[in-house]
């Protein structure tokens, strides 16, 4: 009996915590936990090669031509193969541009919070000074002046945030070198890296990642913002934003062009943000 009760106990903590989110937070993270399924299977799933033309199928509307749930585009290429592969293609560019982002910001709270001083004043000068012009000017610039490619792309996207992640991760070491543990840890003698990466980073991760979380749709919207003004992502290759800037020419005639990859872009976006802000207020004790 008391083996019984043991073995039942954490299918109650499950079931409890599972009861206590929101159904509209378990609408999201099926969501998204689709979304990285399809941009993970992209190429295995597509029906069709998203390059593949057929230039006397364009312009299908969905439905109306068998073999193509979604319709097909101004070269008749099918639109659910090109969708499929552009929700992958932002997808990576917004994680790897958003992990770029929290590393650098992340490394420079740490140097900001362990040095003090002018150089905290010069790398939180240097954030605030970045914080106050919008970084999509700041990519317009420097895409027209230096050119754009897949990896120059990449890490442009990755200084979008970063002052964000630096003044979070300044904060909280702050903080935890305030605690008994890292106090303790520096008495007996181990050096500063270590005490930072074993002691202190694992306590701030669960901040940081709520931090990853609001910042991952900021990033995919910048992505596809700078597709759709032909600064980011060029054919070839294919993104969200890219098929809503190629679409927008027909959209009298053709909504779904730019309709259903821009309803995957706010559906994605609005996802990750209600999630990002439910982790949030379960993690921040003052919010709560």
Request: glycine content about 8%.
């Amino acid at each position: 009996m008391i083996q019984a009760e043991v073995l039942t106990l954490p299918k109650s903590k499950v079931w409890d915590f599972a009861r206590q989110i929101p159904v509209s937070i378990w609408l999201c993270i099926v969501w998204i936990a689709a979304i990285v399924l399809v941009g993970a299977a992209a190429k295995w799933i597509a029906p069709y090669d998203y390059l593949h033309q057929a230039p006397l199928s364009r312009f299908a509307a969905p439905g109306a031509l068998p073999g193509h749930l979604l319709g097909t585009d101004y070269l008749g290429r099918d639109l659910l193969s090109n969708m499929l592969v552009a929700t992958q293609t932002s997808l990576m560019i917004a994680l790897i541009g958003s992990l770029i982002c929290a590393f650098i910001g992340t490394t420079l709270g740490f140097i900001a919070a362990h040095f003090g001083g002018a150089i905290d004043n010069v790398i939180m000068g240097f954030a605030d000074a970045k914080a106050s012009v919008p970084f999509i000017i700041i990519a317009l610039f420097v895409l027209a002046f230096f050119g754009s490619n897949p990896v120059f792309f990449v890490l442009l996207i990755g200084f979008a945030a970063f002052e964000r992640y630096a003044r979070l991760t300044r904060g909280l070491v702050l903080a935890a070198n305030q605690e008994g543990y890292a106090e303790a840890a520096r008495i007996v003698g181990v050096p500063s890296v270590r005490i930072y990466l074993r002691h202190i980073l694992p306590n701030i991760a669960g901040p940081l990642i709520v931090q990853f979380t609001v910042n991952f749709p900021d990033i995919i919207l910048l992505e596809s913002g700078l597709s759709f003004l032909g600064l980011g992502i060029r054919p070839p290759a294919t993104s969200l934003g890219l098929m809503v800037a190629d679409g927008r020419q027909y959209i009298a005639i053709a909504w779904w062009l730019t309709a259903l990859p821009g309803v995957i872009i706010v559906l994605t976006t609005l996802s990750i943000s209600l999630l990002g802000d439910y982790l949030r207020d379960r993690v921040d004790a003052r919010l709560r």
